[in-house]
Every structure is written in C-alpha cells, then in structure tokens.
C-alpha cells in the first residue's frame, strides 16, 4: 500500500490515566541487542559467517525466546565479496533452522487508508503510504541478481544478493480491494514483519486474504499474528514455510546522517527492486491520519498536535476508499533519499552491510494531495530498533506495548510571549506518569533521552517509540530554568 505518514493515535501525548484501562501485564520493555554484541551465549544456532572480504560484525540477533533465536540469516553460496566478482547469478541456497514459537493471534486492527497521497504540510508536501493497488501479475520480477558484468560487481550488488533472499512480496485483498506491498522475513519457519496499512489494506479490511511471495518465486498464503497501527507495524506468518532466510538487524539507534542505505521492496508491484542513497536526517517526526488507531477522545485531545496537518493516504485506481480516518498518529522515522514509491511500504531499508536499519514506511510528495507521482528523494522508514522491539512482542504476545506521559501537550512556540521551541506541557494528569516525575503545568520539555523536541509530535512520537513501562530522562525548562527528570511511561490503550 502506499507508504502513508500515520499520525499519532494520540497526538496531544496524554489521554489522562483515568481514561485508561488498567494496565495489561506487559509493563518492560524489549531491549535490542547492540550491533556490535557477540551472539547469545543461549542460541542454538551459531551467527552467520559475514561475507567475504565484509567487515565481521555480525548484527545484533532477532530473538523471542532463548532456545529459538532468529534474526540471523542462514549463510548462502550465492554473494560474493563486496568488489568482487560473481560466480553465479542464482538466488541463495535455503538452509533449515531452528523455528521460532507460535506468537498468538491477536484481535486484528484496522488500519488507516490504501495507496498514494495525503494533503501537504503548508501546501508544499504530502506523505502517502508505500503499498500500491497493482494486480499480482504485476508482483513478478527478476529472481536474483542480474549480472552482465562480473568484472565491475560493487558493494551495492553484494547488499542486494545478501538482502533480497530475505524480502518478500505480499499481496493483499478483500472483496474487491487489492494492494501489493512489501515485507522482511523474520524467522526460517516464516514469520514475516511489515505495515499494518499493508495486511489491512490501510484500514479497509481486518480478514484479508494474503498472499506472499519469496524473492525466488516460491508462493505462500498467510495469517495475521498481531498488528500495531500506533507505530503501522504487523507480523504475519506464511503458512507451511520452512528453509526461508532471516534478515540481519542492525542497531539504528547508532546511524548518522549520511551512512549509506539501499531500499529493497516491491515499488509498483515491481518485486525485488534495488534502490540507493543516504540516511538524510535521524529522529524525524511525522504525522499520518490513520484509520487503525484509537479514536480519540475528549476535545483536548482531538487537537492537530504541534498544528501539523495529518498526512493522509491517497487511492489507487479501482481500490475501495476505506471510512474516513478518525485519528492520527506521530511516528519517529529514518528519513532516506533512497528512491522510495508505493509498493515498498514493509519494505527493507538496510545499511552498507545489508543490516535491517528500517522498515520502510511512508514517502513525501511535492505540490499536491497524491503520492502518485512517485518518489522525490524523500522517503520514511521506521528504525529496526523500534521494528524490532515491537515484532518480537506481537510475536510473544499478539500485540505490542507503547509509552505513555499521561499529559496533555501543545506546541510551545505557539504560546503567547514564547521564547523557546518544545512541548508544552499543559495539563498534567493526576496519578500519571508526568505527575510522578514532578513535570508541572506549563513545563517546556525540550529533550526525551537526548533527542531534541521542538513540538508536542516529536514528544509524541518519541514516547510511543518505547514500550510501556520504559524509563526516559526528560530535560524541561521551568521558570526559564533547565532541569530534567527520570519519568516512568504509562501505558496506552490500544
């Protein structure tokens, strides 16, 4: 489905405690390996051997449980030292490994809407959605690496022949409603992690009937395990898969603007499409309208946050248009100026070593309300440390956990007579997270665990990133005095 901007699903950062229910029994959050760890002394299966001639790091491991790790692609015969020559150009080799357990079946959630565009920031820009409304027949492609010249192979030939084994097609549709989208294999037994506006044809549909294809043709069916439309994240599981090959993950939280990424998906229903550039800007906070998240509620809390207007998802030709969406969420992304169009929402945006950096997500347009025109170098992925975290709680549980500050928040540079940028805190909830933490009425928080805010969206998307129960230090300005706090997040309705 076309890669759509999901605003917050709630966008001021607060619906007050008492609005919430009692907390479910998952309060901590999962922690993501670091990139450069040595592999679980408990994993049964040893780490893939780097590439040769690649740097030996070998990614943090993607695990549910102990005895069942996955995560780490299975070695393959097929890629060649980066600069290197190929000796073959067919697809890597299959190897069986341990599965991973069953996840439970979660309540499936509708997400926001199918294909292309939304309505621009200031009348200059527009986010749609990646998942594309093409006819599976046009989900066919190449199923390896092409190469005519083995003498001039560079490393952007090997991160492709690394990451496509682990990039699937889906195709999604319910009545007569289609898409095609993207996705990134978890585990060898077929767990596989994309959008929700993906499976949910952006919110049309919570029992699609899926369809998902490998990189070398083979064709699955698929369930939903759980679906998170707070941060637009799902993990399905094809059925009957086996010998499939895991993506690596890297740990995003260390990128910096300028590293090399690539993009591999399914732009168009045009499957393993290979795509480059750089890591344009970290920590970005965007807002998409979204047919999956929680309707809010109460006039507060119905507010545009920061004054942004909520991206919204365009249509393709022929798709049914889902009900218009009633909230929006804030999401903190990568942003790439790898060549990003609808079809490689679920997608992976990975790094110079073919490490899982992001799952990309949503694409801006120029001068208009539709993203049909395609990419403009300016494409959104959701960090793998976020992705991460999130898949292995659907796959554990059937659905994911997300913070909560427990206070309503406006744009700081709003406010009259303001003198600084931030999230301004403007009504704290009794008993909630905040209120512990000692933040005031009229607080300024102007960094969450060291990123800088300059609106209530960037405090927004930034909480949401963490699983309930996560620590963070907040720095605040009081009387136009710095301070910080250690908050404890709440956690939010789904």
């Not at 890629?79 to 991973?100: I, L, N, W």
């Not at 798709?319 to 990003?340: F, G, L, M, N, R």
């Not at 969450?448 to 620590?471: K, M, Y």
Request: glycine share 12%; charged share 15%; no cysteine.
């Amino acid at each position: 489905m076309s890669d759509q901007n999901f605003p917050d699903d709630r966008t001021p950062d607060a619906r007050s405690d008492a609005e919430q229910p009692a907390d479910h029994a998952r309060t901590s959050p999962v922690s993501a390996p670091d990139a450069a760890a040595t592999p679980r002394a408990d994993a049964t299966i040893p780490p893939r051997p780097p590439l040769p001639g690649a740097p030996a790091d070998p990614g943090p491991a993607f695990h549910t449980q102990p005895t069942q790790p996955y995560g780490q692609p299975a070695p393959h015969s097929g890629a060649p030292a980066f600069g290197q020559p190929f000796a073959t150009t067919a697809a890597p080799e299959s190897h069986d490994r341990s599965k991973v357990g069953g996840g439970k079946i979660a309540a499936i959630l509708v997400a926001a809407a199918l294909v292309g565009g939304a309505a621009g920031v200031g009348g200059a820009a527009a986010v749609g959605s990646s998942f594309v409304a093409a006819p599976a027949s046009q989900s066919s492609g190449p199923s390896s690496i092409t190469v005519n010249n083995p003498d001039s192979v560079n490393a952007t030939t090997a991160i492709a022949t690394k990451v496509l084994p682990s990039v699937v097609t889906i195709s999604a549709s319910s009545g007569t409603s289609g898409g095609t989208g993207s996705g990134v294999i978890l585990s060898e037994d077929g767990y596989v992690l994309t959008n929700t506006h993906v499976v949910t044809l952006d919110g049309a549909t919570g029992d699609p009937k899926l369809s998902v294809t490998t990189s070398d043709g083979r064709v699955y069916a698929a369930t939903i395990v759980g679906t998170d439309p707070t941060y637009d994240l799902a993990v399905i599981k094809l059925t009957d898969a086996s010998g499939l090959t895991p993506i690596e993950f890297a740990d995003s939280s260390k990128l910096n603007v300028g590293d090399q990424t690539v993009a591999v998906g399914a732009p168009l229903g045009l499957s393993n499409t290979v795509t480059t550039g750089i890591v344009s800007a970290l920590n970005r906070s965007i807002q998409i309208a979204s047919s999956a998240a929680p309707e809010s509620e109460g006039g507060s809390q119905q507010e545009t946050p920061g004054g942004r207007t909520p991206f919204e998802f365009d249509f393709g030709q022929g798709q049914q248009t889902p009900s218009q969406p009633k909230s929006s969420i804030a999401i903190s992304v990568i942003q790439t100026d790898a060549a990003i169009n609808p079809g490689n929402s679920g997608g992976a945006l990975v790094d110079g070593k073919g490490r899982l950096i992001g799952i990309n997500v949503a694409i801006a347009s120029a001068g208009g309300a539709s993203t049909e025109a395609g990419s403009i170098g300016v494409g959104f992925a959701i960090p793998s440390t976020v992705a991460e975290r999130v898949a292995n709680e659907i796959i554990d549980n059937g659905s994911a956990t997300h913070g909560l500050l427990g206070a309503t928040v406006g744009d700081a540079a709003a406010a009259p007579g303001a003198t600084r940028a931030g999230a301004l805190i403007n009504e704290v909830s009794s008993g909630g997270a905040a209120a512990s933490a000692g933040l005031r009425n009229g607080d300024i928080v102007t960094e969450f665990n060291g990123i800088a805010i300059t609106d209530q969206v960037d405090l927004t998307a930034q909480v949401r990133a963490l699983a309930a129960g996560s620590e963070a230090e907040l720095t605040y300005v009081r009387d136009g005095r710095e301070q910080t706090a250690t908050v404890t997040l709440g956690q939010l309705q789904q």
